[in-house]
């Protein structure tokens, strides 16, 4: 069974560089066909994908984000991290780790989410 752990450092302060970690166990990020994700929530708002990287390595980022998100590999900790520049208070949110399949739309397991604040 698939389990994935987010952990994070809850206050962020704008314009600093946000690191959240996805902690994966029960399969191998490497493991095809699976892609993982992050998904974030705002207040009062619905999900946001952001972006994915693929078991082979390969990603993709909601075109608003492109140019502050990315995510990183640790393949030996089986653990992936989404980096985001620049936070504002817009960025607080309730963030994701999920695992989706290629060729379907849904993301069939997710983690308890990580709540972030961006305040001074």
């Known amino acids: 069974q698939v389990q994935l752990q987010e952990s994070g450092p809850g206050l962020v302060k704008p314009s600093q560089t946000l690191f959240l970690t996805c902690a994966v166990s029960g399969v191998s990020i490497t493991t095809a066909p699976y892609y993982w994700s992050w998904i974030r929530q705002a207040p009062g708002k619905g999900l946001e994908w952001m972006g994915h990287?693929?078991?082979?390595?390969?990603?993709g980022f909601r075109p608003s984000l492109k140019s502050r998100a990315s995510i990183s590999t640790d393949t030996a900790k089986n653990m992936f991290t989404l980096r985001l520049t620049s936070v504002t208070p817009e960025d607080t949110a309730v963030y994701f780790c999920?695992?989706?399949?290629?060729?379907?739309?849904?993301?069939?397991?997710w983690g308890q989410g990580a709540q972030v604040v961006v305040s001074s």
């Open positions: 999920s695992r989706a399949t290629e060729g379907r739309d849904d993301h069939d397991s």
């Open positions: 990287i693929r078991y082979d390595g390969n990603g």
